[in-house]
């Protein structure tokens, strides 16, 4: 086929706008991040509502890990679940003796606290085995209503309440919250949590959105204060020409004008009062991220969390969790607003969309463009803090256990 002159086969070059972004695809730049597949050790991680923790084994997965949750007497526990005689499943087991667990195959009887094989119930009392097996134990800890556990690296576990969001610790809230399975990798739901550009577009038809003008784009900073990394809105665009395009606009007659000012929190301008415990943080942008996967969303009269749990390489759980910032008959409205609509439109709809994107995004490659800076700037926060874990621990005599690539795969 002949082409007439004047026109054109492939597109026109234009200058980069990406110069700052790195120009690989992959995500060598990260080695820590990119080998993190099923996520990072070191850190507590909510795996259920303490509601669902009884006196029956619970399984579960988390940072590739196969473990058993129990309760006993009020105080909830966590073993490797894997028998260490042959292999079998101890949640598959249940409790003989208060204190401990025992293996449905052949009666080993771990002590819940320390992991030691108490008992040998097929061997008798005298069995010669017990004292010698230790089964590995994690530590475990409860707040905001759910169970977490601490993996890492044989290293004393931080208290719970320094990885925990700061506003959480010491001030009374009230908090709703769900937790969901979810396919995909838990770095594609963190990334699409703090990723500047799609919930202008993704989220413009959700009902939670639905009389809210959204702004076509934004111009952002991201900031670091302390362990958290901020957006930061130094201008917000509610309409745009498109060149030989057109105009496009979030904007709708039956939607809130948009605000005079660019709003750095709750993306929304508003003039309420904001809540005296959210005002005292003085949050840089109403959105943050941190490690080990935890985004903060601020609103002025609440904050929104998103926990992104690593299950293994496929999988993740999805734990978001609204917190109100208020006590005593304060909490009505919240908890009618919650349960209300709260729950429905915003850890229901709204997310779901979020969970659509995460089960398709398929990266790397990638070619990234300039709302993405929110993405680089996660994974370098990232590797910094993973770096000087490393540090840390060689200091105490640990070396890291490198990250499982895939299910069961060392990297
Ligand atoms: S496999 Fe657990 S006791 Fe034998
Ligand atoms: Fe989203």
Avoid at 264 to 291: D, Y
């Amino acid at each position: 086929m002949s082409v007439s002159s004047g026109e054109r086969t492939t597109p026109r070059r234009r200058p980069s706008r990406l110069g700052k972004l790195p120009g690989r695809q992959d995500w060598s730049t990260w080695p820590n991040y990119q080998a993190a597949a099923t996520g990072f050790r070191g850190y507590w991680y909510p795996v259920c509502y303490s509601s669902q923790l009884t006196g029956k084994p619970k399984a579960i997965t988390l940072v590739g890990e196969r473990i058993v949750l129990i309760r006993d007497r009020g105080t909830a526990y966590a073993l490797k679940d894997r028998c260490p005689h042959r292999g079998v499943p101890l949640s598959e087991g249940n409790q003989q003796f208060p204190g401990t667990i025992s293996c449905p195959y052949h009666g080993w009887t771990f002590d819940l606290e320390s992991g030691e094989l108490r008992a040998a119930i097929t061997d008798g009392p005298e069995s010669p085995i017990c004292g010698k097996v230790v089964q590995p134990t994690y530590e475990v800890a409860e707040r905001l209503g759910m169970v977490w556990v601490f993996v890492g690296d044989g290293e004393d576990a931080p208290p719970i309440d320094e990885q925990l969001p700061e506003e959480l610790v010491g001030n009374p809230a009230v908090v709703g919250s769900r937790i969901q399975p979810r396919e995909g990798n838990w770095r594609f739901a963190c990334e699409n949590g703090y990723d500047e550009g799609h919930a202008k577009y993704l989220h413009r038809t959700s009902l939670w959105r639905m009389f809210k003008a959204m702004p076509v784009w934004n111009e952002t900073r991201i900031v670091r204060r302390g362990r958290w990394i901020y957006r930061v809105q130094d201008a917000q665009h509610w309409d745009a020409d498109f060149p030989g395009l057109g105009r496009w606009s979030n904007q709708a007659w039956y939607k809130l004008k948009p605000p005079k000012k660019v709003a750095n929190i709750g993306n929304v301008g508003s003039h309420r009062e904001v809540n005296p415990v959210i005002a005292a943080q003085e949050f840089p942008g109403f959105a943050s991220v941190t490690m080990p996967g935890v985004l903060r969303i601020v609103y002025p009269t609440f904050i929104h969390y998103e926990f992104y749990v690593p299950i293994d390489s496929d999988n993740h759980l999805y734990v978001g969790v609204m917190a109100n910032f208020e006590e005593g008959l304060n909490t009505v409205p919240f908890y009618f607003k919650y349960l209300g609509f709260v729950r429905w439109l915003f850890h229901g709809q709204f997310s779901a969309q979020d969970k659509w994107m995460v089960e398709l995004t398929d990266a790397p490659p990638e070619r990234l463009y300039r709302p993405d800076d929110s993405l680089l700037r996660w994974r370098k926060l990232v590797e910094e803090l993973t770096e000087e874990r490393a540090a840390r621990l060689r200091e105490q005599g640990i070396e890291p256990t490198p990250a499982l690539t895939k299910n069961g795969a060392r990297s």
